[in-house]
T-cell receptor, first 113, second 115 residues
Framework: DQQVKQNSPSLSVQEGRISILNCDYTNSMFDYFLWYKKYPAEGPTFLISISSIKDKNEDGRFTVFLNKSAKHLSLHIVPSQPGDSAVYFCAAKDQGGSEKLVFGKGTKLTVNP | DAGVIQSPRHEVTEMGQEVTLRCKPISGHNSLFWYRQTMMRGLELLIYFNNNVPIDDSGMPEDRFSAKMPNASFSTLKIQPSEPRDSAVYFC?????????????FGSGTRLTVV
């Protein structure tokens, strides 16, 4: 039972354009969400997070949007750069005491020069 | 800070052998996590420790897997005996709170191949 779903295994965009990566979740107890970026042969690195009390969080070129009613979040990268080419993972944490993060299976983003 | 350090980076072993993966978390991070990444299942949590105490081991596949954290700066994940289906990338992570944000810092992973 997959509680965090990234339905697009891959996405290809042109340099300078917007990249939009999507994530859906099923567990209404999730109240904190994160995006990680992963390059080959490296561990995932933290990118940006958002609490359920917000609907938007921005950090430079990266913005995460949260739609709680739809149980949907998205990561926008503007403008996209070739160095952004990586696998992006969405993750969620529930409001209980557990520190466990549940991850989606990832979306491979390719930014073409 | 050197980050989360895992060893070895790569491990190739024969079926039936014992395998030990090692992790040094970031100093001051109180929780440590072991994840496994496969194509089929993605990143799945095996076990996590808080202040060296196992908190949730519900993801440990079976008795062949065991994990220990004898002190705040070291953890091991052991597989005995190993099987080909254990082939995966194993990540260790430790958690942080910073500026109101929570997240994990991951190590570079150990790629395990069981032949």
């Amino acid at each position: 039972d997959q509680q965090v779903k990234q339905n697009s295994p891959s996405l290809s965009v042109q340099e300078g354009r917007i990249s939009i990566l999507n994530c859906d979740y099923t567990n209404s107890m999730f109240d904190y969400f994160l995006w990680y970026k992963k390059y080959p042969a490296e561990g995932p690195t933290f990118l940006i997070s958002i609490s359920s009390i917000k609907d938007k969080n921005e950090d430079g070129r990266f913005t995460v949007f949260l739609n709680k009613s739809a149980k949907h979040l998205s990561l926008h990268i503007v403008p996209s750069q070739p160095g952004d080419s990586a696998v992006y993972f969405c993750a969620a944490k529930d409001q209980g005491g557990s520190e466990k993060l549940v991850f989606g299976k990832g979306t491979k983003l390719t930014v073409n020069p | 800070d050197a980050g989360v350090i895992q060893s070895p980076r790569h491990e190739v072993t024969e079926m039936g052998q014992e395998v030990t993966l090692r992790c040094k978390p970031i100093s001051g991070h109180n929780s440590l996590f072991w994840y496994r990444q496969t194509m089929m299942r993605g990143l799945e949590l095996l076990i996590y420790f808080n202040n060296n105490v196992p908190i949730d081991d519900s993801g440990m596949p079976e008795d062949r897997f065991s994990a220990k954290m004898p002190n705040a700066s070291f953890s091991t994940l052991k597989i005995q005996p190993s099987e080909p289906r254990d082939s995966a990338v194993y990540f260790c992570a430790s958690s942080f709170w910073s500026g109101g944000s929570y997240g994990y810092t991951f190590g570079s992973g150990t790629r395990l191949t069981v032949v």
